[in-house]
């Protein structure tokens, strides 16, 4: 016979009360060293539930009580083992924890990338996420490019297709930002290009898109025109007097006459 037995003591104040022993260093069991030599005290099993990173550093890292029996006391942080964090800053580890221990912190336009590369580092899902949302709700024509940029890096796939919908929806108006447009990658330049869900008024204007993102850095992106004339389908142009003033533009851009123009 199994009997279910109610908890007593509710979870959700055990969060709260693990961090209240976090912040005044009570029973913690292990010292993260941020990359400016500032030394943060954590629990092990906190840091190992909320990351895979942190349970695979920490298995077996745990020291047994030696002879039968167990004398409490407090362990100084001079006793505890170190783990060095040399890629993570102090600010920005506290943050983390904070995140791991249910506290309240605050993910702001200053420190939103580095809160960002840092849990993905250390794969803290808690606060990857809170980025993620973060950047989500500030997608506007000034931040979508890097937030795409971001995106891709950390491989945040849900971001970075939120990214790609709403770059797709305004990109005729994100064209007005030449040097946004010239940052783009070529590979998301061609998804725009071949994307259903951009409408352009005329074959002119994607003519000039290619145009404009070449003429960011000519001299190496000229090789690039192929693939991309051949994306925007520069052969159903039918006015041989069009084609003879792409011609003339192109020719500006000073190196494309090899390939025929």
């Known amino acids: ?7 007593s003591t509710d979870l959700k104040v055990v969060l709260p009360l693990l961090g209240t022993l976090w912040e005044q260093g009570d029973l913690c069991d292990v010292v993260l060293r941020a990359g400016d030599g500032i030394q943060v005290p954590a629990h092990k099993v906190l840091l190992a539930a909320a990351s895979p990173y942190w349970s695979v550093l920490l298995a077996g890292s745990g020291q047994q009580t030696q002879g039968g029996s167990c004398k409490r006391r407090r362990i100084s942080a001079d006793e505890l083992p170190v783990l060095d964090l040399s890629d993570v800053d102090a600010n920005t580890l506290r943050l983390i924890l904070q995140g791991i221990y249910g506290q309240y ?9 580095a ?3 840092a849990s993905n580092y250390l794969e803290v899902s808690c606060v990857l996420d809170a980025c993620c949302m973060y950047l989500r709700r500030k997608l506007k024509h000034q ?7 971001l995106a891709t890096h950390y491989g945040c796939g849900t971001l970075c297709g939120h990214a790609v919908e709403y770059i797709h929806s305004q990109f005729m108006k994100l ?3 030449p040097a946004a447009l010239q940052a783009l990658p070529k590979e998301m330049l061609l998804d ?8 352009f008024s005329s074959d002119h204007i994607i003519f000039q898109v290619v145009l404009t993102w070449v003429a960011g850095e000519a001299a190496s992106r000229v090789a690039d025109l192929p693939e991309l004339l051949a994306a925007v389908r520069l052969a159903a142009f039918q006015h041989w007097s069009v084609c003879c003033a792409k011609r003339a533009q192109m020719c500006e851009l000073g190196q494309l006459t090899r390939y025929g123009w």
Request: glycine letters at 0%.
């Open 1 to 7: 016979m199994c009997l279910p037995v109610k908890p």
């Open 175 to 177: 064209m007005d930002a």
């Open 115 to 117: 809160l960002l590369a």
């Open 192 to 199: 725009v290009l071949q994307s259903p869900a951009v409408v």
């Open 143 to 149: 931040t979508c490019w890097r937030t795409l940029a």
């Open 105 to 113: 912190y605050r993910v702001t336009d200053q420190n939103v990338e």
